[in-house]
């Protein structure tokens, strides 16, 4: 099962790493992403990653978090650095697929909560 880890409490302008193991290896999964859900909003796009490393970014994080994959050690992680109060949200992995063209997402697992004091 998909599980995200890392989330906690964090104050304005700091930083903390997420990260996230798929089921079996990250070779399987040609596109790795973290989403994020804050109470009573919809699910959203924070970050994605192909295998080749091209990477995309929601445009209220980008400057500020680093997606990456380390095939090696079979993780994804969120590097997340000058968090604000709005960052504030429940975090999930999704390993999933790009097929002709189009993004496919896998399973959700279990999230990691995020809180941004100001």
């Known amino acids: 099962q998909l599980q995200a880890f890392g989330g906690g409490l964090a104050q304005a302008g700091g930083s903390l790493t997420l990260s996230c193991e798929p089921s079996?290896?990250?070779?399987?999964?040609?596109?790795m992403s973290w989403y994020r859900q804050a109470p009573g909003k919809d699910r959203e796009l924070v970050a994605d990653i192909t295998t080749g490393g091209d990477t995309n970014y929601a445009d209220p994080v980008k400057g500020r978090f680093t997606i990456s994959r380390d095939n090696a050690k079979n993780m994804v992680y969120l590097q997340m650095n000058d968090l604000k109060p709005e960052d504030t949200a429940a975090y999930y992995c999704?390993?999933?697929?790009?097929?002709?063209?189009?993004?496919?997402?896998?399973?959700w697992g279990q999230g990691t909560l995020v809180t941004v004091s100001s």
């Open positions: 999704n390993a999933g697929y790009t097929v002709a063209g189009k993004n496919i997402l896998g399973p």
């Open positions: 079996g290896s990250l070779y399987m999964y040609s596109l």
